[in-house]
């Protein structure tokens, strides 16, 4: 099982996979954050953040303005990357300790994400399993992953792999890849994904059903009500909750 607390960050173990690509481009962003960022940083803010986010990384103490503030300021005159800059990037941005880089990862990567393929998938992964928590994960899922799919539908057959994984915000993941695709939602595929993670133990997973179904309402508010009422009795009733939240029973 994924432990959620961390008091003391240690560098993040990533799976094993391609090697990290040679970036002149990543070696120009990361030479120009890890000047930029810590002029932003703030002890006691740092402190307060790292507490609010359970202890699963340190941070700088960053606020969300400034910090997009000063990533505009990294990335002033730099070219588009392609996939291997995106890879380069996000990797070794995720090698920092300070969460306020993973961030800043995730924003390029959102950015950008039109310049990787479907092999960035992988990486993508990578990501989700390493320094896990929701302020990473859930953006990683709807805009990365879900972005990815969206490009190749094939990539429906993963996600039909990572709802059975055993590390759960791999799971939330799948879940939650479908999270902005509105109509072009397969309904099949969340309704069944919600049913074989509907008695999952964790917290971030029942949660992600009900959040899951709660978007996809906003499309089909009858096919979740629908749904809702036939598989009640199987689905956490915090997952219900979430899900009927505008539409009610």
Known sequence: ???????????????????????????????????????????????????YMKGVAPFLG??????????REVLAG??????????AVAVRCWRLPEREYHYFAVDY??????????????VARSLVT???WWDTVDLLAAHVVGGLVAADAGLGREMDRWIEDDDLWVVRTALLHQLRFKSATDPDRLFAYCLRQAGHPEFFVRKAVGWCLREYAKTDPDAVRGFVARHR?????????EALRNVGA
């Not at 960053?62 to 503030?69: D, F, G, L, P, V």
């Not at 009795?233 to 909750?241: E, I, K, M, N, T």
């Open 78 to 87: 730099l070219p588009r990357p392609d996939e291997a800059d995106c890879t």
């Open 109 to 122: 990567l959102r950015r950008h994400l039109r310049s990787c393929s479907s092999a960035f998938l992988p």
């Open 233 to 241: 009795d199987g689905l956490a009733p915090l997952s219900v909750r």
């Open 130 to 132: 390493s320094v896990s």
């Open 62 to 71: 960053i606020m969300s303005t400034e910090r997009r503030a000063l990533s």
């Open 1 to 51: 099982m994924v432990r959620l607390m961390c008091a003391e960050p240690t560098e993040p173990a990533f799976p094993a996979g391609p090697a990290l690509p040679v970036s002149e481009l990543a070696d120009e962003i990361l030479a120009r954050l890890v000047v930029t960022y810590p002029r932003g940083a703030d002890a006691g803010r740092a402190g307060e953040m790292a507490a």
